[in-house]
């Protein structure tokens, strides 16, 4: 009898299995202040959402986009015998009645000691975009004339400013700052490197510019005009027209050193052959990234495309480092480290996309790609085409952006977001051996291209 009543429950528990699992909201009852959001997750039979028909994909993957009012949305989920209620509360939202901010300037000139390592200069007072003119050391001291927003404007020479964050910097207590003397530079021969080493009495703000020609621009320096000293560099004859392929500039006590990598010269047949190249499988460990509709990890899905990644470049005879192997968390800081340590000419950070409330994630699919100083932006064209033709997948654009890992690396570096996650189309291809292997060739396809030229 026992036995029976086992058996009972057993196909009790049985009939009461999930026929939908829903993996974003991840809460019931969540606050979302947007126009709209989406319910992602699968499902083994027809789902209904407040009694509409939810489209699923063969895999059982959706993604469903519901608008938001004012106030409480409650939405009924009904598939089989499961049935699940979230309650999704968009706020008020109350306008700021904070004036809007303006610059104060100082009676007199204050002095600022940076107190963070590669403290970003910026082009304009907002701790976002593409405005960093710089990334300044530890203890170097900056004249300022004013304040805004969080931040204090920094003199760099005539009607020349830029602006450094508040929780970068202390007071200094001396108030003194002389103007630095540039007692000149030398040229340093190097295997890989044209290497150029200025002599400064102090560290100034720095800023390089690429372009044509190449500049490094000294800010705070006697006797130069607006107190500014500019070298170009020919960058284009120095490399024979080739193209610039990593550059770097730091303070070794008050000497700068710029190093410039020489032209790369490779073999026709086997273009990446000895090429250093850092392959970054974004996230790991405790830091899961993206949850796609059927539940798989972002951390996952980067470390098996890095992972054939790494095969398909040791295969062409390319020289690999990889930020991580296995599921373990690495810092931002350190995988730039580990690339620049290892002397990378090329980084790749691999990752799968998402998308914030408001948007749909069935009208975003494909592969988008970031890089941030211009020298990476022909192998990020190239990339992008090559994976178009040969894989496939919808072009989601080639962007400039501010990420942490590709803005503080010396070689071409680039974030490639592969696919979307919560798009069910993308989703499936995402978590395909097949589909992440022929990516992966297309990937080392085009860099075989872009050294070839």
Known sequence: MKKLFLLIGLVLLGSQAFAFDIVYPKKNDVIINAKSTFFVGSSDTPLTINGQDVPLHPTGAFAYVVPLNTGSNTFVLQSAEQREIFVITKPVVKQSSLPPAVFSPFRANKIFTVTTDDAPLRSIPIDAGINRMAHLPRDLKLITDGEKAGFYRVVLGKDKHGWISKTNVRPDTSNNCDLSELSGYEYLDDEDYFIFVFHLTRKVPFEMIEGKPFSIKFYNIKGQPENTFVMNLPVNDILSDRKLMGYSGEYNGNDFILKVRKPIITNSRRPLHNIRIAIDAGHGG???????????????????????????????????????????????????????????????????????????????????????????????????DTVVSEVGV????????????????????????????????????????????????????????????
Request: glycine share 6%; net charge negative; hydrophobic share 35%.
């Open 394 to 453: 919808p072009n989601d654009k080639v962007r400039q952006r501010s990420l942490a890992v590709i803005r503080n690396t010396n070689a071409l570096s680039i974030l490639i977001e592969v696919s979307y996650l919560i798009n069910p189309e993308d989703n499936a291809n995402l978590i395909n051996p097949e589909f992440q292997k022929h990516y992966a060739k297309a990937i080392a396809d085009s860099l075989e291209k872009y050294f070839e030229k």
């Open 286 to 384: 405790e830091e899961a990234g993206g949850i796609g509709c059927l539940g798989d990890k972002e951390k996952d899905i980067n470390l098996s495309f890095a992972k054939y990644l790494e095969t398909e470049l040791k295969k062409r005879g390319a020289r690999v480092i990889m930020t991580r192997s296995d599921d373990n968390y690495v810092s931002l800081k350190d995988r730039v480290e580990i690339a620049n340590y290892g002397d990378a000419v090329v980084f790749l950070s691999i990752h799968a996309n998402a998308l914030p409330d408001g948007a749909d994630p069935n009208k975003n699919r494909g592969t988008s790609i970031y890089y941030y100083y211009p020298q990476s932006k022909p192998l990020a064209d190239i990339i992008m």
